[in-house]
């Protein structure tokens, strides 16, 4: 088992960075990866970038590619997204996801991840 709390969105100006955190509580921190989403009114859940539980493989989606970066801190128990550049069309609520190892590295799908935080708003504004 295992609970992720969100935090860091906000309103940002166009070009603007935010960071977003994940917390993790759970028996085993390392035993999962971690995926970042994001959903927009009316759509999808959207895979957004993911890190395996050693932090040694990553991916990121086409339309963040180059201005996202995940990373995680596996002494503190927390995932990060760092978010340049943000446009408009990077407004959603962001999720952060947990995915056990054993169900194996396909991190782009939703319906892979076991656990989901509450989700943070991020609004970027023009």
């Known amino acids: 088992q295992v609970q992720l709390v969100e935090s860091g969105g906000g309103l940002v100006q166009a070009g603007g960075s935010l960071r977003l955190s994940c917390a993790a509580r759970?028996?085993?921190?390392?035993?999962?990866?971690w995926g970042w989403f994001r959903q927009a009114p009316g759509k999808e859940r959207e895979f957004v970038a993911a890190?395996?539980?050693?932090?040694?493989?990553?991916s990121c989606a086409d339309s963040v590619k180059g201005r996202f970066t995940i990373s995680r801190d596996n002494a503190k128990n927390l995932v990060y997204l760092q978010m340049d550049s943000l446009k408009p069309e990077d407004t959603a609520v962001y999720y952060c996801?947990?995915?056990?190892?054993?169900?194996?590295?396909?991190?782009?799908?939703?319906?892979?991840?076991?656990?989901w935080g509450q989700g943070t708003q991020v609004t970027v504004s023009s």
């Open positions: 996801g947990a995915k056990r190892i054993r169900t194996g590295w396909a991190p782009s799908s939703a319906y892979e991840y076991d656990y």
């Open positions: 890190i395996n539980w050693s932090g040694d493989i990553s």
């Open positions: 759970g028996r085993s921190f390392t035993s999962y990866h």
